[in-house]
């Protein structure tokens, strides 16, 4: 059976074992078949009303972006050398790539500063059999958790105000350990320059991992280009 037949056949018995709303997605990566369940996005919309509080209320965690699908293959990538290891998937968002983390052997905490993102992300746990993420609500500019907690960190697309420069750059120093590596993925925007700006001030270096042109979820002409980053601290 061909690659693209043998995909095709996986598929359709994925979607048969399960119930599926209009809002999911449903689709390969890494070597296995996930389904991860979104909101209705019109909901969303309406549930916030007219003051939607900054672009950080937006609710860009109800997809799984091209920037999540390069990370979860460059965690594919980084197997052997998250197996076992305190991860951090900063912005957990619908969860899909600490669940990856997490079938590849980490020991992952999944955070969001969104309540009804951390709900989905368990529900997708749920749905794609995986236990043992550690799910919390967390807000980068005031941590619960311990500083130093982590040996890796990984994010997808953080950067949407040059406000979040500093405090990103700062919660990442923070909780990574001494010789801990974060791993960002975000798409070209120019924001994220802002970010490499501050990063010596926060005693962080970084060097480019990757570029690579990832097909989004919903189809459309052009490939979306993502680039991993890799920071570390330097103090």
């Not at 019109?42 to 990370?71: F, H, K």
């Not at 043992?132 to 311990?146: F, I």
């Amino acid at each position: 059976m061909d690659t693209i037949a043998q995909h095709d056949s996986e598929l359709e018995a994925f979607i048969r074992e399960r119930s599926f709303s209009p809002f999911d997605r449903v689709f390969q990566s890494c070597g296995r078949m996930w389904h991860i369940r979104r909101a209705d996005m019109d909901r969303l919309w309406e549930s916030m009303g007219t003051d939607a509080g900054g672009e950080e209320r937006l609710p860009y965690w109800n997809e799984v972006w091209p920037s999540s699908l390069a990370l979860a293959g460059w965690i594919a990538e980084m197997e052997d050398d998250i197996r076992g290891r305190k991860c951090l998937d900063m912005g957990c968002g619908l969860g899909f790539t600490a669940l990856m983390g997490r079938w590849f052997g980490a020991d992952v905490t999944g955070m969001d500063y969104e309540p009804e993102a951390v709900e989905y992300a368990r529900l997708n746990a749920e749905a794609n059999g995986i236990e043992g993420v550690e799910w919390r609500v967390e807000d980068w500019r005031a941590p619960t958790l311990a500083p130093g907690s982590f040996d890796r960190i990984w994010a997808g697309d953080v950067m949407y105000e040059t406000s979040f420069a500093d405090p990103v750059a700062e919660f990442i120093r923070t909780m990574l350990k001494p010789e801990g590596r974060a791993w960002l993925a975000e798409p070209g925007r120019e924001i994220f320059r802002s970010l490499l700006d501050v990063l010596p001030a926060h005693h962080l270096s970084y060097r480019r991992i990757c570029s690579l042109p990832v097909s989004p979820l919903t189809p459309q002409e052009v490939p979306v280009p993502v680039t991993i980053w890799e920071l570390s601290r330097t103090m």
